[in-house]
């Protein structure tokens, strides 16, 4: 009786578990108006497809791992057809060979005699501070000695017939040093001028200048003219900033291992550069003289669009070794605190954002030592902005001409092209379209003027001609 009992319980148990299951189940399949659904009841509504702008879907991870996925293959498809072309050409003794040649020593010897420049500087603004000469004798002499040491170098290493690679790296160092010189005079004749305004200030002046010593501690503000020594000069040559300061921000410590991956990146970044330089770019430049002595158009605009793609790949992996990896280590070593060395310039959807975004410590300078004292003169914003793209010319031609030993105007033209080109953006392309508009300029805008001068480098020293 007992088993009986005990499997009628058992059944229902499992009846009244059957129609809980049948309750949920009728629940789910209801509305939350109480009515109950169809089985198939519509299951269409109005919506967009996922790739439409006004669906707001933003995930295309897939998509992004799909064109590295691309990418990699034929990067790869690529070298192997280089490879099989042209064998592998990489030398790994190419710096030893530099360091080598003697046409390399030029450029080392006027690096040493910048220092000449320096200490002039730190001679002319303490001549300033002791009224020995006036402001405009001072201004005169500043402007000599920058123009001073634009034209000797250059003068010297075209005559030296240096090689056209240590030319440029000198020259650049030179740029460098004479916006770093025009920087650091403005700064020290305002803090002239203001002292000379305000009675209080002078007398604190003169017991700075009795307390100044060289053994500053880094806790300790400097006022003028305690800033004007070589220690505060050199720390700011040797700073990753063209615009002076008396206290620059200061980390609190050197970060060994941050100051590790800097220095690995730029070690394996160069010669990742000198590989891609060697095996895929020379071959490229070498094969171009043939369209050029032939003047086949169609051919040179196939060497040009091949080279596109090299020189960009290049071009980015240069950015990121000099300007994060290089101006870091120096910032790190320095115990330098500004680092935004760059900004977003890969979002710029127009020229002047581009170039007001991708090398900081340069936009800074124009902007405060050219940019702004033209607004204070009375002249107008988009005189000013012409003025500085016309500055900005003349260093780019300057940087490439005199290390090739050949005056030519084509990274001036590449240069003034731009502002054309960057009205023409701002006024009929906008968002993603402004965008691929700066990509397209960078990619084919540098091959060509690289065309051009490889050109004229082969008709000069080659004798290439039609």
Same mark, same amino acid.
């Given at each position: 009786m007992?088993? #009986?009992?005990?499997?009628?319980?058992?059944?229902?148990?499992?009846?009244?578990?059957?129609?809980?299951?049948?309750?949920?189940?009728?629940?789910?399949?209801t509305t939350q108006s109480g009515q109950r659904l169809h089985p198939f009841e519509s299951c269409h509504k109005?919506?967009?497809?996922?790739?439409?702008?006004?669906? %707001?879907?933003?995930?295309?991870?897939g998509i992004l791992n799909l064109c590295v996925v691309l990418l990699v293959m034929s990067s790869s498809r690529l070298v192997l057809?280089?490879?099989?072309?042209? %064998?592998?050409?990489?030398? @790994?003794?190419? =710096?030893?060979?530099? $360091?080598?040649?003697? #046409?390399?020593?030029?450029?080392? +010897?006027?690096l040493v005699l910048s220092n000449l420049f320096i200490i002039l500087a730190l001679y002319l603004e303490k001549l300033l501070q002791k009224s020995r000469i006036g402001e405009n004798s001072g201004k005169f002499f500043c402007f000599m000695n920058v123009f001073t040491a634009l034209l000797v170098p250059?003068?010297?290493?075209?005559?030296r017939e240096a090689n056209p690679v240590s030319s440029f790296f000198a020259l650049a160092w030179y740029?460098? +040093?004479?916006?770093?010189? /025009?920087?650091?005079?403005?700064?020290?004749?305002?803090? *002239?001028?203001?002292?000379?305004?305000?009675p209080t200030l002078q007398e604190n002046c003169k017991k700075a200048e009795k307390n100044s010593t060289n053994k500053?501690?880094?806790?300790?503000?400097?006022?003028?003219?305690?800033?004007?020594?070589?220690?505060?000069?050199?720390? @700011?040559?040797?700073? =990753? #900033?063209?615009?002076?300061?008396?206290?620059?921000?200061?980390?609190?410590?050197?970060?060994?291992?941050?100051? $590790? *991956?800097?220095?690995?990146?730029?070690?394996f970044l160069s010669s990742l550069s000198l590989i891609l330089l060697q095996q895929w770019v020379v071959p490229i430049l070498k094969n171009s003289k043939i369209p050029f002595r032939e003047s086949n158009i169609l051919k040179i605009i196939e060497r040009l669009l091949k080279l596109a793609v090299p020189n960009h790949v290049i071009w980015l992996i240069g950015f990121y070794c000099f300007f994060h990896s290089y101006l870091n280590v120096l910032a790190e070593v320095l115990r330098f605190g500004d680092r935004e060395f760059y900004r977003d310039w890969w979002n710029a959807e127009d020229v002047n954002g581009f170039w007001q975004n991708w090398n900081i410590p340069v936009h800074k300078f124009c902007l405060r030592h050219i940019y702004k004292p033209l607004l204070s003169q009375g002249i107008t914003k988009a005189q000013a902005s012409l003025i500085v793209f016309f500055v900005s010319a003349f260093f780019h031609e300057y940087l490439v001409s005199i290390p090739l030993r050949m005056f030519r105007i084509w990274a001036f033209l590449g240069m003034i092209v731009q502002?054309? @080109?960057?009205? /023409?953006?701002?006024? @009929?392309?906008? %968002?993603?379209? %402004?965008?691929?508009?700066?990509? $397209?300029?960078?990619?084919?805008?540098?091959?060509?003027?690289?065309?051009?001068?490889?050109?004229?480098?082969y008709i000069d020293y080659f004798q290439v001609t039609n």
């Open positions: 007992k088993t #009986t009992s005990e499997t009628k319980e058992l059944r229902s148990r499992k009846i009244t578990l059957n129609k809980n299951e049948n309750v949920e189940e009728s629940e789910k399949t109005i919506r967009d497809s996922l790739l439409s702008s006004a669906s %707001g879907y933003t995930n295309y991870r057809e280089n490879l099989l072309k042209y %064998g592998f050409l990489v030398r @790994f003794d190419v =710096p030893i060979l530099f $360091i080598k040649d003697p #046409t390399a020593w030029p450029s080392l +010897l006027a250059a003068i010297y290493l075209w005559y740029t460098c +040093l004479s916006m770093k010189l /025009v920087s650091y005079f403005q700064v020290n004749r305002h803090c *002239r001028l203001k002292i000379k305004n305000e500053i501690e880094n806790n300790f503000l400097l006022e003028y003219p305690q800033n004007l020594n070589f220690k505060n000069l050199y720390y @700011f040559m040797a700073a =990753p #900033t063209l615009c002076y300061e008396l206290n620059f921000p200061r980390s609190q410590r050197i970060r060994k291992s941050f100051l $590790i *991956r800097r220095s690995s990146e730029i070690i502002i054309p @080109f960057a009205i /023409v953006v701002k006024k @009929f392309l906008h %968002g993603n379209y %402004g965008n691929m508009a700066v990509w $397209i300029s960078l990619i084919i805008g540098q091959p060509i003027a690289i065309m051009m001068y490889i050109h004229d480098y």
